[in-house]
């Protein structure tokens, strides 16, 4: 899962905890202490979903069928289908508040090292509403690609992803659920998930 499942399941915290989620693939090591309470339980929250999805059948699944060759990529490419996936699923409103709120609490807190060049790129080109056009999440593929080091893997990934759509939305419809009726964070307060 991505930046905008991530945002989605944690929509029920408050802005840390949204925040820890959204910028936990930035965070190293397993000490969380100079961060706010709420923002390590988000990237605790983060690292759970990640492992849960990791390790869920359908993605065992979907990883066995991937070329070979690319295997060992197709983990990274699959994060960002599973947001075009969920981009599409959510409602325009339930999307646009959510992706508001999401840029809101980036544009307010800086990302960790790792995020911090890319975050402002994220929120300025709209990337977590335009997940919902699959050329795009192609694109976005592809360029992650090219700042990893030895040939493209993940732009290789892209022709099978687009041959595949079908059978990637259907796993998507058997993940997503299960992935929301385990991790999904319910609402505190009915104030927490407006803008």
Known sequence: MNFLAHGWLARGGNNDFLYGNLIADGVKGADLSAWKTDQAAGIRHHRRVDAFVDGHPVVSDVLARSPRRQRRYAG?????????????????????????????VLATRPAPARLASMMPILV??????????????CRAIEGIGQRLSGPNRLAELVPWLEEDYARLARDFARLWPAVNEVLGVPPRDASLTRP
């Open 76 to 104: 990274i490419a699959l994060d960002l289908v599973w947001d075009h996936f969920a981009a599409r699923l959510l409602a325009s409103d339930e999307r646009r508040l959510l992706v508001q709120r999401c840029y809101r």
């Open 124 to 137: 300025e080109q709209d990337w977590l509403n335009r997940y919902a056009d699959f050329s795009f999440t």
